[in-house]
């Protein structure tokens, strides 16, 4: 299928700065050489703990945040070489869904009105068409025009997910970038927003890109999975491969921590030793050598690179370099 993003050599490196004299003393490597595509009507998952660089990765492709090096290109344009103003409009085909909804809707505002507001931002309609569309919306979402007048703190968790869905979805985009839209949510809830997101995925040709945390939430949503550990994506591939066959020691340690749904499937237990290093200090080589079972002697010393291992199989370890030719 088509290509809709493409992310080539993505950095994001913050300077750590430190005294009096505020000396420049290093860097966090929040994001560092990541490169993924994104096909038009998948979901991506992005999945890694947290300090991993997904949420990074997520404002670097909105240009919420610049980045250090690398290229950002969607569908077909470079959003790295976007004037302010151009990225302005380009921010109408991507948009993105936060964890916290309560946080990123204005408390002062009605509904309707935080619903509007892309459309004014974007120049986007009359005031009638406009009034239409926010109708249209929290219909799609499941609420209604009764909702129209009400404040943010008025609604449920999940309610509020719906609103903040709904405002993504003003202005039509192509592309979502969801970071742990469902995590703030009660369990019971959280199958209901993703079963929301799938609908809404099939019925406006949506694009997703899905960071969480949490593999069971990703599993349930994602047509590929990108693991990140440290700043770097270290295997990307089908979901269904990844969760039947993960090839990264870190994947794998991943996995064996979650609760797996078939209580017949037994899967070998990695347990990973040791606390996450900082990104600001990472190890040298491959970053997840200090917790890494198979570590062999090139670990600590060469950064492992991403390969195709086997077809749309991705993974960045040296245990699978053989395999290469
Ligand atoms: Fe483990 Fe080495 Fe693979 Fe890193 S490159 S995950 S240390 S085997
Ligand atoms: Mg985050």
Redesign the pocket.
């Known amino acids: 299928s088509k290509v809709l993003l493409k992310v080539e050599g993505l950095k994001k490196y913050f300077p750590i700065r430190k005294g009096v004299l505020n000396k420049q003393v290093g860097y966090v490597k929040a994001v560092d050489d990541v490169s993924f595509e994104v096909f038009e009507g998948e979901t991506l998952g992005i999945v890694g703990e947290s300090g991993c660089g997904k949420s990074t990765t997520g404002r670097l492709l909105m240009r919420l945040l610049e980045p250090t090096e690398g290229k950002v290109e969607f569908a077909g344009q470079q959003i790295s070489e976007l004037s302010k103003d151009e990225m302005r409009k380009a921010r109408r085909d991507i948009q993105m869904i936060f964890q916290d909804p309560y946080a990123s809707l204005n408390p002062r505002h009605s509904i309707g009105k935080i619903l509007e507001e892309p459309l004014i931002v974007h120049g986007m309609g009359s005031a009638k068409e406009r009034k239409q569309k926010v109708l249209e919306l929290l219909e799609i979402v499941g609420l209604n025009e009764y909702h129209i007048n009400r404040y943010p703190h008025q609604f449920s968790g999940g309610q509020r997910q719906r609103i903040g869905i709904a405002r993504a979805l003003m202005t039509n985009p192509r592309l979502i970038i969801a970071d742990e839209p469902v995590s703030a949510l009660d369990v019971s809830i959280q199958s209901q927003v993703l079963n929301l997101l799938q609908e809404l995925q099939k019925d406006l040709k949506l694009t997703y890109i899905f960071i969480s945390h949490d593999l069971g939430v990703v599993r349930h949503i994602s047509n590929r999975v990108g693991v990140m550990y440290l700043g770097k994506l270290?295997e990307l591939t089908a979901s269904e491969d990844l969760y039947a066959e993960p090839l990264?020691?870190?994947t794998q340690a991943l996995l064996a921590s979650v609760p797996v749904p078939d209580p017949t499937f037994e899967r070998e237990q990695i347990i990973i030793s040791g606390d996450i290093p900082s990104a600001s200090n990472p190890p040298s080589?491959?970053?997840?050598?200090p917790?890494?079972?198979?570590?062999?002697e090139?670990?600590?010393q060469?950064v492992?690179k991403m390969q195709e291992v086997k077809p749309g199989h991705y993974v960045?370890?040296?245990?699978?370099e053989a395999t290469q030719h």
């Open positions: 270290v990264h020691p870190y080589g491959c970053a997840f050598h917790r890494c079972p198979f570590k062999k090139q670990c600590s060469v492992p960045a370890c040296h245990l699978y």
